[in-house]
């Protein structure tokens, strides 16, 4: 039998990941359901970083937007993204701060 998590463990997973991502901003442009496209993005963002390309490059910057999308549509269709969070991603809303109590 599994058990359900409480708002509060919903609450503090996304927060936890939500610090990581702030700490190392990689994460923002990994995050998604497809290993293959996260890895070619980070990738290139290390060569970038490096100096060994120019990610500044009009043509560096069409590739990256190009798998940005691929992974961004990898995670919105992906059958593991439930369908709360893709109607979350359909309908927008804007930052505001949550607070939840025990039930």
Same mark, same amino acid.
């Given at each position: 039998?599994?058990?359900?998590?409480? @708002?509060?463990?919903?609450?503090?997973?996304?927060? %936890?990941?939500? @610090? %990581?991502?702030? @700490? =190392?901003?990689?994460?923002?442009? #990994?995050?998604?359901?497809?290993?293959? =496209?996260? +890895?070619?993005?980070?990738?290139?963002?290390?060569?970038?970083?490096?100096?060994?390309?120019?990610?500044?490059?009009?043509?560096?910057?069409?590739? %990256?937007? #190009?798998?940005?999308?691929?992974?961004?549509?990898?995670?919105? +269709?992906? $059958?593991?993204?439930? $369908?709360? +969070? @893709?109607?979350?991603?359909?309908?927008?809303?804007?930052?505001?701060?949550?607070?939840?109590? $025990? $039930?």
């Amino acid at each position: 039998m599994t058990q359900s998590k409480s @708002k509060y463990q919903m609450y503090q997973e996304a927060s %936890l990941s939500q @610090k %990581l991502a702030h @700490k =190392i901003p990689i994460y923002q442009k #990994l995050a998604g359901s497809d290993r293959q =496209i996260s +890895t070619s993005i980070g990738f290139l963002v290390v060569l970038g970083d490096m100096g060994l390309i120019d990610k500044n490059h009009p043509s560096m910057k069409l590739i %990256l937007a #190009l798998l940005d999308v691929q992974r961004q549509a990898a995670f919105a +269709t992906s $059958e593991r993204t439930n $369908e709360i +969070t @893709k109607m979350g991603l359909q309908m927008p809303k804007s930052d505001n701060l949550i607070s939840f109590d $025990e $039930e």
